[in-house]
């Protein structure tokens, strides 16, 4: 018994010395305390990583079908009114979305970037108290209103008893409105006078989309758009406005839910123009994301890069709908990102590392100290240290 554990003895790779033995220098105490103080920060940083989740990321085909995408925007235009400005979007399978309305909100803001308070439809109108009837006289007390559509009518029955109706079933046919004074709707309601009202102001528009995943385009345009000749084209005479200020400054637009980490570029990128025509466009390319939290939550989401250009027209001969387009297509790679804690394992591996790495350099830097600080003083005992 005793030789088996002689022979474990032999293989002790820690011979101990008799302390007897020991030289204690004041640079090895140095030493040993710098050591110390790196190795406990060490410590501490790998400590940290532990504890904190970890973000690892993936890159993947995107193989998903059938999806929706939304898009959350708020755009302020300084110099154009909400009466005007109207809101598109359309995409490569031929679906179109004309004249958004619903989640949107139109917010009016004057040349200081104050939102003003929403006023009553009628104001400025002129009085006129029958209105002319689809058959051409004016409303008696006891009779149904029923306006014409002057012509846009798709049955007899139709009635347009707004200036909007008389605009959306123009913009339905196709016809652009030349003259908003020769509506009866119009004339009553003041279209022209409203938009003279609120000439200088600006509109605030916000809200989202939820539009095919497939590549398209959203755009805001002034006037009602429509399709002619298979273009897609806006009914600008209705305003008698020369040319249209698109200035405008991006508070935020994103491809679907916020998460950890994501940048949206144009997130307060604003734009002045300075020609008196212009189409200002964004080219986007959006990533697919997929985001794990540590709690197991997965978030659908995207991010997307970009790139500009502005095409300028003279005035006079306007080729460029005067607007703001954002042209999207879809990237083919997912991204997914997946938060994780480091291995219990790893984190000892790296502790051990710490510690043996700082003892190993540190007895190497107090070798290299106690000799050199020898040889000196053996050198100058001798006299030959000059």
Request: glycine share 8%.
């Amino acid at each position: 018994m005793e030789g088996f554990f002689g022979k474990l003895k032999k293989l002790d790779a820690y011979p101990k010395i008799n302390e007897d033995f020991y030289s204690r220098t004041l640079s090895g105490g140095v030493i040993t305390i710098v050591s110390s103080i790196v190795m406990f920060l060490l410590f501490i940083s790998e400590l940290r990583l532990y504890l904190h989740p970890v973000t690892e990321t993936k890159l993947l085909v995107d193989t998903s079908r059938g999806e929706r995408l939304r898009i959350n925007f708020d755009i302020t235009f300084p110099a154009l009114p909400c009466s005007i400005v109207s809101l598109d979007a359309m995409d490569i399978s031929g679906e179109e979305h004309l004249d958004v309305k619903h989640d949107i909100i139109k917010r009016r803001i004057d040349a200081h970037g104050n939102v003003i308070e929403v006023r009553q439809d009628g104001i400025g109108a002129p009085k006129i108290e029958k209105p002319l009837q689809r058959h051409g006289g004016r409303l008696e007390h006891n009779e149904t209103y029923c306006g014409s559509c002057y012509g846009a009518e798709v049955s007899d029955d139709d009635c347009c008893n707004s200036c909007e109706e008389v605009r959306e079933a123009y913009r339905k046919k196709g016809w652009g409105m030349s003259n908003p004074d020769l509506i009866d709707q119009c004339k009553r309601e003041g279209f022209l006078q409203r938009i003279k009202d609120e000439d200088g102001e600006g509109c605030n528009i916000y809200g989202f989309l939820d539009v095919n995943r497939v590549a398209g385009n959203f755009h805001f345009a002034p006037g009602k758009s429509f399709q002619q000749s298979n273009v897609h084209v806006h009914d600008l005479q209705a305003f008698q406005k020369d040319s249209f200020n698109v200035s405008h400054k991006i508070n935020k637009i994103a491809f679907g839910d916020f998460f950890p980490g994501v940048v949206n570029p144009l997130d307060g990128v604003q734009w002045i123009q300075e020609a008196p025509y212009g189409m200002y466009q964004y080219f986007i390319k959006v990533v697919p994301s997929v985001y794990n939290d540590i709690n197991g939550q997965k978030i659908q989401s995207n991010q997307f890069s970009v790139t500009e250009h502005f095409r300028a027209d003279e005035l006079g001969r306007v080729q460029a709908l005067p607007g703001v387009f954002f042209f999207y297509d879809l990237s083919p790679i997912k991204v997914i990102f997946t938060e994780g804690h480091v291995p219990f394992l790893h984190f000892l591996t790296n502790v051990c590392a710490i510690v043996g790495g700082i003892f190993t350099v540190s007895g190497i830097v107090d070798a290299f100290v106690y000799h050199s600080q020898k040889a000196i003083k053996k050198k100058m005992e001798i006299g030959k240290f000059s």
